[in-house]
């Protein structure tokens, strides 16, 4: 079993950045590919990243290719999601969500495994 805690959420404006963290415990960090899933008010839980264990694979949803970038320090047992040009549209609650098909990227959140609380993300206009 992995216990995963986000960080990193906040306020921004509309075109800054923020950088969550997802720090993971328990079992053995690299045993899993990694996503980043978020769910805005009144909406359901959306894809927005994921990586495979290694980092060799990524894959992301169309709303964010090109301004977010997902990434791995199995070392520090973290994964990170890099957040820039940030929207309006980005206000959600992110969470971070483990994986024991590890050498995939899924999009899928019913292959997730393992899910964090969450951290909330708000852009201003």
């Known amino acids: 079993q992995v216990q995963l805690v986000e960080s990193g959420g906040g306020l921004v404006q509309a075109g800054g950045s923020l950088r969550l963290s997802c720090a993971a415990s328990?079992?053995?960090?690299?045993?899993?590919?990694m996503g980043w899933f978020r769910q805005a008010p009144g909406k359901e839980r959306a894809f927005v990243a994921a990586?495979?264990?290694?980092?060799?694979?990524?894959n992301y949803a169309d709303s964010v290719k090109g301004r977010f970038t997902i990434s791995r320090d199995n070392a520090k047992n973290t994964a990170y999601l890099q957040m820039n040009s940030l929207e309006p549209e980005d206000t959600a609650a992110y969470y971070c969500?483990?994986?024991?098909?590890?050498?995939?990227?899924?999009?899928?959140?019913?292959?997730?495994?393992?899910w964090g609380k969450g951290t909330l993300v708000t852009v201003s206009s």
């Open positions: 328990g079992r053995t960090f690299s045993s899993y590919a």
């Open positions: 969500a483990a994986s024991s098909n590890s050498y995939n990227a899924y999009s899928d959140y019913t292959r997730m495994d393992y």
């Open positions: 990586i495979s264990w290694s980092g060799a694979r990524t």
